[in-house]
């Protein structure tokens, strides 16, 4: 069993900049992948950006140029880089890990994006 902890979402204004982590811990053998998700109000959840192991790296066409995934398998750790943010960034952030035997999601942290 793998449990997620998202943090550092919060409130800031258009165009500032937030770095979400996610820290992972339990029974861990390899991470295969992390991912983050957000959902807005009234809104399907989405992925947002994806790093799998082999360097594979995606992004949603609304976040490229302005999100960096990164990830610190050493350490058991995944975060989101997010700059110039925008009002429609706001949401619940979730991250996401692939990790023998299924997958597993944090709790979310909310970002709220003032205009």
């Known amino acids: 069993q793998v449990q997620l902890v998202e943090s550092g979402g919060g409130l800031v204004q258009a165009g500032g900049s937030l770095r979400l982590s996610c820290a992972a811990s339990?029974?861990?053998?390899?991470?295969?992948?992390w991912a983050w998700y957000r959902q807005a109000p009234g809104k399907q959840r989405e992925l947002v950006a994806l790093?799998?192991?082999?360097?594979?790296?995606k992004y949603v066409d609304a976040v490229k140029g302005r999100f960096t995934i990164s990830r610190d398998d050493a350490k058991n750790m995944g975060y989101l880089q997010m700059n110039s943010l925008k009002s429609e960034d706001t949401a619940v952030y979730y991250c996401?890990?692939?990790?023998?035997?299924?997958?597993?999601w944090g709790r979310g942290t909310q970002v709220t994006v003032s205009s």
């Open positions: 790093s799998a192991s082999g360097g594979y790296v």
């Open positions: 996401n890990v692939v990790s023998w035997p299924g997958d597993y």
């Open positions: 339990g029974r861990i053998l390899s991470i295969n992948s």
